[in-house]
């Protein structure tokens, strides 16, 4: 199966996805599984009490995690190494873990690549101020727009959008100093 018929970790996603809708899931059914668990697991889980356990998801709660981690991934200075410490996370069902660690790891790198090249375009489109900056100092403005790059989400569609969350970012107090005070 190619990338394009859905073939690597996306399809792999996508496949489970459609099994647990079915109802095909191991864990969905209680079929053998982490749903169900072996019987020294679950005597350890009960005696652990259930605060121990990481709460059961919803398949929606599942994927909208699972969609979250991959975005915060994209703006990691590591991205395949989020991914991984991602892809432990107790509370996701098996099929989306297994999904985090099948990710082609060229493939998450160029994707958090585009993701960054995307931002800084959309922002330098949208904010005269950030374009101006970048024209004075280069250097001082790609450090100011990492650190932003790493942490603001990337919610925004259009270059108005990110100009926005931009200057959020840099009225904030823990923005840099020289991003606060424009010269």
Known sequence: MTRAAGGGAAGRAARGRAGEARGGAAEARGGAGEAR?????????????????????????????????????MTAEDPVAALRAAAEDPALPPALRRALLGADEDGVRMSALLVARLRFERLLRGSPEAEAWFDRDPADFSAAFRRYHAEVPPTAFFPPGEARLFRRWMEAPSAPTRARRPR
């Open 37 to 73: 668990g072996g019987a020294g697991e679950a005597r350890g889980r009960a005696a652990e009490g259930p605060a121990a356990r990481p709460a059961r998801l919803t398949g929606a709660q599942a994927h909208a995690r699972y969609e979250a981690l991959v975005a915060r991934a």
